[in-house]
Nanobody, 114 residues
Framework: QVQFVESGGGLVQPGGSLRLSCAAS????????VGWYRQAPGKQREPVAS???????WSAASVEGRFTISRDNAKNTVALQMNSLKPEDTAVYYC????????WGQGTQVTVSS
């Protein structure tokens, strides 16, 4: 079973930056679109950003211009660079493969607060 391990979260002030990383067991990322998702308290999990195998990206309107997804197929990792963070970005962040959602990892908590 594929396992995702997300890391890099933490507490940051509004306007700050964080870089999240996701590692997967096996080489699952190399042949699949990848994506980041988040779930805020009391809300449903939502997609944040994704990247195809060819490198095309999509971002949710709420993070457009602030978040950047990237992938390293050789290392089987996916990253999410988050800049200009806002309190509403506070959530647990997860990675997965959008076309074939697998078991979710534990995620990494991002808290944006002064």
């Amino acid at each position: 079973q594929v396992q995702f391990v997300e890391s890099g979260g933490g507490l940051v002030q509004p306007g700050g930056s964080l870089r999240l990383s996701c590692a997967a067991s096996g080489s699952i990322f190399s042949g699949s679109p990848v994506g980041w998702y988040r779930q805020a308290p009391g809300k449903q999990r939502e997609p944040v950003a994704s990247m195809t195998t060819g490198g095309s990206t999509w971002s949710a309107a709420s993070v457009e211009g602030r978040f950047t997804i990237s992938r390293d197929n050789a290392k089987n990792t996916v990253a999410l660079q988050m800049n200009s963070l806002k309190p509403e970005d506070t959530a647990v962040y997860y990675c997965n493969t959008p076309l074939n959602i697998r078991a979710w990892g534990q995620g990494t908590q991002v808290t944006v607060s002064s």
